[in-house]
């Protein structure tokens, strides 16, 4: 198996490195097959995609696009797309737009009411050139201040639903996110499964409607996935006759998850997502 890692941030969106930089990381890590997949950005793509030739690697387009369903934020990736479809960026450009206005009612009316005052320019010290905002920029704040010991604290504590920090907000729908993709000769894939805290019967619905609309893929090795969850997902896979993905989801070395191309292979008898390009 080759060692594949199409599930990576970059500071393009709530990454810590450059695109370069992840990119060097990807390289020493001895990873083969790679994609920058920030979220609902696709700013990042000219420069990973020239890093990683330069460093010899395989090189696919990525995103992360978010969705709303059933209630609930779930994330796509589009891998091997074309970076550049004017539809695709158009698209993405008016589903982020959102994000200010959210990140505005999170830091100047929510914290701020909760008596942290200056969250909202805070969380915009660490925001790319970009301009892409995320709660993950305001738990880094809150770390920063000493208000919370480390991110995933700053996210049970504040920034997840019916907690004193979220607004809810509704993102692409399933069938856009689908169509986007394929619309830009990609792949889609549901990242990481395992992370969703929906009922069996509303797995059941999300992965029915993906394939109904033509999904082909969703991640089964994944950072925040359990070695259980990896063998879950490969049955779920199986059953679906989904393609298989590996990714980190890495947003930095020190932001204390996965590093890149580290996690194990693929579960025996999966096709890969890869296999559509090798
Ligand atoms: P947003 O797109 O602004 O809603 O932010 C979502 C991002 O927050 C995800 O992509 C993760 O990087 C991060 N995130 C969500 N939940 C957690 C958690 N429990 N611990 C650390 N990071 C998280
Ligand atoms: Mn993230
Ligand atoms: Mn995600
Ligand atoms: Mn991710």
């Known amino acids: 198996m080759i060692n594949a890692d199409l599930h990576c941030h970059s500071i393009v969106s709530d990454?810590?490195?450059a695109p370069a930089e992840v990119a060097k990381i990807a390289a020493e890590a001895s990873v083969e097959l790679w994609a920058l997949t920030d979220h609902d950005e696709l700013g990042g793509q000219s420069e990973a995609r020239a890093a990683a030739e330069a460093f010899g690697m395989r090189y696919v387009s990525g995103v992360e696009i978010s969705i709303t369903w059933a209630g609930r934020t779930v994330h796509m990736l589009g891998l091997g797309i074309n970076a550049d479809d004017p539809l695709l960026i158009q698209n993405l450009a008016a589903m982020r737009d959102g994000r200010?206005?959210?990140?505005k009612q999170m830091g100047l009316q929510l914290l701020n009411a909760v008596g942290i005052s200056d969250a909202y320019a805070g969380a915009l010290k660490y925001v790319g050139k970009h301009g892409l905002i995320s709660r993950t920029h305001f738990a880094r704040y809150l770390v920063e201040i000493g208000q919370c010991k480390s991110i995933s604290d700053v996210f049970s504590r504040y920034l997840t639903e019916g907690k004193p920090g979220y607004v809810a907000h509704c993102w692409a729908t399933l069938e856009d996110a689908v169509k986007?993709?394929?619309?830009?000769?990609?792949?889609a894939v549901v990242a990481h499964p395992g992370r969703y805290k929906f009922s069996s019967l509303?797995?059941?619905?999300l992965f029915?409607?993906?394939?109904?609309?033509?999904g082909e893929a969703i991640e089964v090795?994944?950072?925040?996935?359990t070695p259980e969850q990896y063998r879950e997902y490969a049955d779920i896979a199986r059953r679906y006759n989904f393609l298989a993905s590996r990714g980190s989801d890495f947003h930095g070395p020190t932001q204390g998850r996965a590093q890149l191309g580290k996690l194990p292979p693929l579960p025996e008898g999966l096709i890969p997502?890869?296999?559509?390009?090798y």
Request: charged share 20%.
């Open 208 to 214: 029915d409607s993906f394939r109904d609309l033509g």
């Open 100 to 103: 200010s206005l959210r990140a």
């Open 221 to 225: 090795v994944t950072g925040s996935h």
């Open 202 to 205: 509303e797995f059941s619905g």
């Open 15 to 17: 990454g810590t490195l």
């Open 180 to 187: 986007w993709i394929h619309d830009a000769q990609g792949i």
């Open 273 to 277: 997502v890869w296999s559509r390009w």
